[in-house]
């Protein structure tokens, strides 16, 4: 069983801040992606990565001010952003997946097996 842990940065962010997130839990043969979540709407991809690290899609959203990174001799994904904007607000979730290629990543939400706890991100205009 795989057990996500997200910590970092979370909470109340002023808009143009940024803002560090990490899930820890999972290594090489799995996928990772962020997803968020704003009130009244539905859970969003964020960003995913293949297990190598070496394959990375970001939602259009988010593109340019958003990057997924992980180190895998850590077991640990991280979500770094700048620019943030109001309506980057909401809950963000890491997930993992088992990969059948590690240069594989997921863009679906049902694609993926392992959910960390959420992490509520506020950013203020």
């Known amino acids: 069983q795989v057990q996500l842990v997200e910590s970092g940065g979370g909470g109340l962010v002023q808009a143009g801040g940024s803002l560090s997130l990490s899930c820890a839990g999972s290594?090489?043969?799995?996928?990772m992606g962020w997803f968020r979540q704003a009130p009244g709407k539905k859970r969003e991809l964020v960003a995913t990565?293949?297990?190598?690290?070496?394959?990375?899609y970001y939602g259009d959203s988010v593109k340019g001010r958003f990057t997924i990174s992980r180190d895998n001799a850590k077991n640990t994904a991280y979500l770094q952003s700048h620019s943030l904007k109001p309506e980057d607000t909401g809950v963000y979730y890491c997930?993992?997946?088992?990969?059948?290629?590690?240069?594989?990543?997921?863009?679906?939400?049902?694609?993926?097996?392992?959910w960390g706890q959420g992490t509520q991100v506020t950013v203020s205009s």
């Open positions: 997930a993992a997946r088992r990969s059948i290629s590690s240069s594989a990543y997921y863009v679906h939400e049902n694609d993926y097996d392992y």
């Open positions: 290594g090489r043969t799995f996928a």
């Open positions: 990565i293949s297990g190598s690290g070496g394959s990375t």
